[in-house]
């Protein structure tokens, strides 16, 4: 696992607290995801990142935004958390254009909104 | 919407025996992957098959990619506990961003 940690790994929030998660890489790869995995849904991309300053929204980015100030680091903060958005979240990072194609996961935060 | 869908959800085989489990896409793709995820961990990349490639293998893992039907297989041969996990496909349409299926769970009985 080393190259790429998420913290915290455990949380607990309140409905309508706002929470940050961090992803950060060593590796230096440009591509950074971010996913949420619930039972019966596989992995699903919220938003990614291609660069500094660059992002996009993947399939369920609502109530979601992110942040890149620095290559190393992928921020994923909850505006308003709500019940829905329990979930194990999953930071990845991948290097398409260099050695890195396939995407690197990192170990996963458990979040739980009551 | 998820693009793969992994058959069937659950296996159980007994130690040596193969493992198979199917992946099918809706749109066409520029390769196709799969992960292992053991119990609360991240995923693993297992293996990656270009949409110009029929089969692919890696030690004991099998490939096979049909584009005309849009679906992959993946068989693991001489199964161990170890290989006890959730097995997932994800495509890739060109666009560095995959998308997963919702998993096959493996479990290999001693």
């Known amino acids: 696992d080393a190259g790429i940690t998420q913290s915290p790994r455990h949380k607990v929030t309140e409905t309508g607290t706002p929470v940050t998660l961090r992803c950060h890489q060593t590796?230096?790869?440009?591509?950074m995801y971010w996913y949420r995995q619930d039972p019966g849904h596989g992995l699903r991309l919220i938003h990614y990142?291609?660069?500094?300053?660059?992002?996009d929204k993947g399939e369920v980015s609502d109530g979601y935004s992110v942040s890149r100030s620095k290559t190393e680091d992928f921020l994923l903060t909850l505006e308003s958390a709500t019940s829905s958005q329990t979930s194990v979240y999953f930071c990845?990072?991948?290097?398409?254009?260099?050695?890195?194609?396939?995407?690197?996961f990192g170990p996963g935060t458990r979040l739980l909104v009551l | 919407s998820q693009q793969g869908e992994e058959d069937p959800q659950a296996l159980s085989i007994q130690e040596g025996e193969n493992a198979t489990m199917n992946c099918s896409y809706k749109?066409?793709?520029?390769?196709l992957q799969w992960y292992r995820q053991n119990s609360g961990r991240g995923l693993v990349h297992l293996i990656l098959?270009?949409?110009?490639?029929r089969e692919k293998h890696s030690g004991r893992l099998r490939v096979t990619l049909d584009t005309s039907k849009k679906s992959s297989s993946l068989l693991i041969t001489a199964s161990q506990a170890a290989d006890t996990a959730s097995y997932f496909c994800?495509?890739?349409?060109?666009?560095?961003?995959?998308?997963f299926g919702a998993g096959t769970t493996v479990t290999v009985r001693a």
């Open positions: 990845a990072i991948s290097d398409p254009g260099g050695l890195q194609e396939t995407q690197y």
């Open positions: 590796e230096n790869h440009r591509y």
């Open positions: 990142s291609y660069g500094v300053k660059d992002t």
């Open positions: 749109t066409s793709i520029n390769n």
């Open positions: 098959i270009r949409s110009n490639e």
């Open positions: 994800a495509t890739d349409r060109g666009d560095y961003k995959l998308s």
